[in-house]
Nanobody, 115 residues
Framework: QVQLVESGGGLVQAGGSLRLSCAAS????????MAWYRQAPGKQRELVAN???????SYADFVKDRFTISRDNVRNTWYLHMNSLKPEDTAVYYC?????????WGKGTLVTVSS
């Protein structure tokens, strides 16, 4: 069973930066896609960014030019580098991976951006 564990969340002031990490329990080579989602209070979960096994990357419009997704195949980890954070970025951030029709989720890490 695949386990994903997020880390790196916390409280940051507007304009600040954080780096989220998602560590997989095994090799990430088998994942077709790795992603970050977020869910703000009272809102639906939404896609933030994803990266495919072929290194194709896409971002939601609301984070373009501020967030960067990357991965480290040796550490079996992918990251979300978040810059220029805004209060509206406050949410629980979840990592997600897809493989052969199966979806795996972490338990989430809370990011709070103060104004």
């Amino acid at each position: 069973q695949v386990q994903l564990v997020e880390s790196g969340g916390g409280l940051v002031q507007a304009g600040g930066s954080l780096r989220l990490s998602c560590a997989a329990s095994g090799s990430i080579f088998s994942f077709h896609v790795m992603a970050w989602y977020r869910q703000a209070p009272g809102k639906q979960r939404e896609l933030v960014a994803n990266i495919t096994s072929g290194d194709r990357i896409s971002y939601a419009d609301f984070v373009k030019d501020r967030f960067t997704i990357s991965r480290d195949n040796v550490r079996n980890t992918w990251y979300l580098h978040m810059n220029s954070l805004k209060p509206e970025d406050t949410a629980v951030y979840y990592c997600n991976a897809g493989r052969y029709g199966n979806n795996f989720w972490g338990k989430g890490t809370l990011v709070t951006v103060s104004s």
